[in-house]
């Protein structure tokens, strides 16, 4: 039986999250998973919080880096990043809800372009995160081949 794309894309999810130590020791969860899309989640704690008291950025960047993995790798093709840069807008604090929601913007051969939209339970975007990824091969998963 041949997978539909949004099936390919649920059990790469499945397949990498068993292995994603980093983002569950966060304490982030993985919410949708779709072809080229993908959401993650945190409510933020005080050990996630810097010494002014807000979120820290690096935990905001992880959050949006891990949103992209599961976005970049829903093709069930092993990709990894090349590049990634954030612009933090608003400071997440102890005890918000972060969405960080990842879309594809253009994949051609072998490279890719996505954005993350990180949002506070409110709405307020905390962060804007693009992720450039590149395909170095394998599959997160065994796959019968397409007809």
Not at 97 to 109: I, M, P, Y
Request: proline share 1%; with cysteine.
């Amino acid at each position: 039986m041949i997978m539909s794309a949004d099936e390919r894309a649920r059990t790469a999810a499945e397949a990498m999250w068993k292995g994603d130590n980093a983002s569950a020791w966060m304490g982030f969860e993985l919410g949708d998973v779709s072809e080229g899309r993908a959401s993650m989640s945190l409510t933020v704690q005080a050990h996630h919080a810097n010494g002014h008291g807000t979120c820290h950025g690096g935990v905001t960047f992880a959050l949006a880096d891990s949103a992209f993995a599961f976005a970049c790798n829903s093709r069930n093709q092993v990709t990894v990043a090349q590049h990634n840069s954030i612009t933090y807008l608003a400071p997440g604090r102890v005890g918000d809800h972060l969405t960080a929601e990842a879309s594809e913007r253009n994949l051609t051969g072998r490279s890719g372009i996505y954005d993350v939209v990180v949002r506070n339970q409110d709405g307020i975007v905390i962060a804007e995160f693009r992720g450039l990824s590149r395909s170095i091969g394998g599959t997160l998963f065994d796959e019968a081949p397409t007809e």
